[in-house]
Every structure is written in C-alpha cells, then in structure tokens.
C-alpha cells in the first residue's frame, strides 16, 4: 500500500463537560498554549503527508470535460458549505455554546465531498484512497476540535480579564469616594478650627474677613500653580483646593452679612 499512516495522538473535547470556567486565568492560559503546540503538531504531520500530491495520483487520468466540470462544481459546493460551518464554529465558540453538533456536521460535508469523489478514483488506488480518507478525516476532526477549545479558552481568559478590570475600576471609584469624603471632613475641621479660634473668635468682621480674604489670595495662587501641572497629585490638589476656597468663600459670606 502506497499510503499508510497512523495519528499517535488524540485529542478530544466534551462540550457538555466544559468546565473551563472554574480554571484560572493563568490556567487557561497555559491550556490554551498547549492546545497551540497540539495545532502545530498536527499541521506538520499533515505537511509531511504532502496530501494535495497523493490525492491527486488517486485520481483517473482518463475524465473528460464532463467529469471534470462536475468534479469541479462537488469541489466548490464543498468549500462553501465548509465555509460556512467553520464560520458558525468560530461564532458559537467564542459564544462558548456547545458544538458538537457544527463540528459533526463538518465531518459529514468532508466525508460527503470523498464519498462524491469516488467514482473519479482510480480503481486500483481505491484502498489508498480509502486509508487517505481515514486519516484526513481524522486530522481535520482533532484539528476542529482544538481550534473550537482554543477560542473557547480564549474567550473564557478575555471575559475574566473584563471582570477584573470592571473590579479594578469599582473598587478605584469606591477608593476614590472614600477618600474624598475623608478629605471633605478633614476640610470641615479645619474650617470650624479656625472659626472656633479664640483668637479668632474675638476679632473684628472686618479683621476676619480681611484674614479670610488672605487666604483666599494664597489658595488661589496655589490652585493656579496646581492646575498648569498634568500629575495625577496635582489633580487631587486642585480638587482640595477648589473644595477649601469654596468652604472658605461661604465662611467670609457669613461674616460680611452680619
């Protein structure tokens, strides 16, 4: 027999057993480089093969035009329908549906278009055209499988990388929020320390305007100052200081009406 070849390696998925979802991200990731390494064995083993050269010796060298157009037509009709089915693979994949069903389907085009390809085969390269079928068939049916598992697994990693940034910026604006109450109480202290002074306390409207006015003048020049630069403290500065100028605004308002 002029062909003979044996896959040493199986690989197989279980789509209702998927349960990838309680592995981690590292995890998946160390999954989905294997499967990777799987993939490029399986497609230097078919390189080896040199199949588009064996499958075409099969052939007869006796088809006339007829035959061939038809050939032509199953080989094409084949394309499209395949097309079309590694398509909704890639899409239920990355949806993380089951696919068992698309994937079988795959196999029942590939093993239509040899089956429609039969009587095109030399009758005495029928049983190498049967053991190419075999292994082909087996080829595409593991490589399917992998690329099906690798976008899952890759799907599952970008999902989880979402939920842990969609975290990390829950928990930055929570940060934030407590924080700048925080900051807001600390502001009122001081505010109600320097109005409850009693050195303060005893002087004119005038004398603590005048004083709230001076203030007011260095704040704004350090708010000023704060908002040429682009660093992420500067920018809680100016927050501060548009929060203490106001505070301080509302303070000297108080005094000026009685």
């Not at 993939?39 to 061939?68: A, C, G, H, I, V």
């Not at 196999?107 to 095109?120: E, H």
């Not at 320390?193 to 303060?200: M, V």
């Amino acid at each position: 027999m002029i062909f003979t070849f044996l896959v040493t390696k199986s690989y197989a998925n279980n789509d209702l057993v998927f349960d990838d979802n309680l592995k981690t991200i590292k995890e998946l990731k160390e999954s989905i480089e294997k499967l990777d390494n799987d993939r490029k064995e399986l497609f230097n083993e078919k390189l080896d093969l040199n199949s588009n050269d064996l499958l075409m010796s099969y052939f007869r060298t006796d088809l006339n035009k007829q035959e061939l157009d038809l050939l032509e037509t199953i080989i094409s009709d084949y394309n499209n329908n395949k097309k079309f089915l590694e398509a909704e693979l890639n899409l239920k994949s990355k949806n993380l549906e089951d696919t068992t069903e698309i994937k079988s389907n795959l196999m029942d085009v590939k093993k239509n278009l040899y089956k429609q390809m039969t009587p095109f085969i030399k009758i005495s390269h029928y049983n190498d055209y049967l053991s190419y079928i075999k292994t082909d068939t087996h080829y595409y049916s593991e490589k399917t499988e992998i690329y099906s598992d690798i976008l899952k697994k890759q799907e599952l990693v970008n999902t989880k990388l979402v939920l842990i940034e969609d975290k990390i910026r829950e928990y930055r604006v929570n940060l934030e929020d407590t924080l700048n109450q925080i900051i807001y109480q600390k502001i009122e202290e001081k505010i109600s320390n320097i109005e409850n002074n009693p050195n303060f306390e005893k002087l004119d409207n005038s004398l603590k305007i005048e004083i709230l006015n001076k203030t007011l003048d260095r704040l704004n020049s350090d708010l000023d100052k704060s908002l040429l630069l682009s660093d992420k403290a500067s920018k809680q500065k100016v927050n501060i200081y548009q929060i203490v100028i106001k505070k301080i605004i509302e303070l000297r308002e108080e005094y000026i009406k009685k």
